[in-house]
């Protein structure tokens, strides 16, 4: 089964508006982070927001939050007032078994690609 | 402050060649990484180290091995090269052991395999 799942392979949303990309995960952990990544037409791998799994409130950063619903297992992202600049693909990730003896690895999603129309 | 930096950029190899590709942080952490990336496959983890002196596999390990030469420096090699290994590779450090420390990504390594 996969760790994480993205289920739109493309987006659309006009300038200004807000859109919310969905990432659903699976773990049995009860310790775990959740992180969401941007990658530009560039190439490079953009760091957005991180939740962890007893993080009582929602994270947010600037424009970017997140919408973490731990009895579904779901942490969409947020942003609001859209941006030209904002068109990417976007990417969900987590990290199972937070603290010592965890584990390292950083799971990650397909892939969502946000397209910012003018 | 450089961050994350792979070498070379872009690569062209013939089936059966080997190369080396090289990966060097210069912000003192731990833990390295190296994925690659394909297309609607999203990032797939090829090798890790969680410390200098140790590494493990990840998704994907097949084909490839790995050196943590120091703290700094995370390599990775294609012993011989497959078409199937055509892809983007990224390396990418993070601070600590686990928990909420985001991965820093280097630019990537676009690798052709004909």
């Known amino acids: 089964a996969q760790k994480i799942t993205q289920t739109q392979p493309g987006m659309f949303v006009q300038e200004k508006e807000a859109v919310t990309l969905d990432c659903t995960y699976d773990?049995?952990?009860?310790?775990?982070?959740l992180f969401w990544y941007k990658q530009p037409s560039s190439g490079e791998m953009i760091f957005l927001i991180y939740?962890?799994?007893?993080?009582?409130q929602n994270a947010t950063e600037g424009r970017y939050s997140l919408n973490f619903q731990k009895a579904r297992k779901s942490a969409n992202l947020v942003i609001s007032a859209s941006q030209l600049g904002d068109s990417a693909m976007y990417f969900c990730?987590?990290?199972?078994?937070?603290?010592?003896?965890?584990?390292?690895?950083?799971?990650f999603g397909k892939g969502t690609k946000l397209t910012v129309n003018p | 402050n450089a961050g994350v930096t792979q070498t070379p950029k872009f690569q062209v190899l013939k089936t059966g060649q080997s190369m080396t590709l090289q990966c060097a942080q210069d912000m003192n952490h731990n833990s390295m990484y190296w994925y690659r990336q394909d297309p609607g496959m999203g990032l797939r983890l090829i090798y890790y180290?969680?410390?200098?002196?140790?590494?493990d596999k990840g998704e994907v390990p097949n084909g490839y091995n790995v050196s943590r030469l120091n703290k700094r420096e995370f390599s990775l090699r294609l012993e011989s090269a497959a078409p199937s290994q055509t892809s983007v590779y990224f390396c990418?450090?993070?601070?600590?052991?686990?928990?909420?420390?985001?991965?820093?990504f280097g630019n990537g390594t676009r690798l052709t395999v004909t």
């Open positions: 990730a987590m990290r199972e078994g937070l603290g010592q003896g965890g584990s390292e690895k950083l799971v």
């Open positions: 773990t049995s952990d009860q310790s775990y982070g």
């Open positions: 990418a450090s993070s601070a600590r052991t686990g928990g909420s420390s985001p991965l820093h």
């Open positions: 939740q962890g799994s007893y993080d009582e």
């Open positions: 180290s969680a410390s200098e002196g140790t590494t």
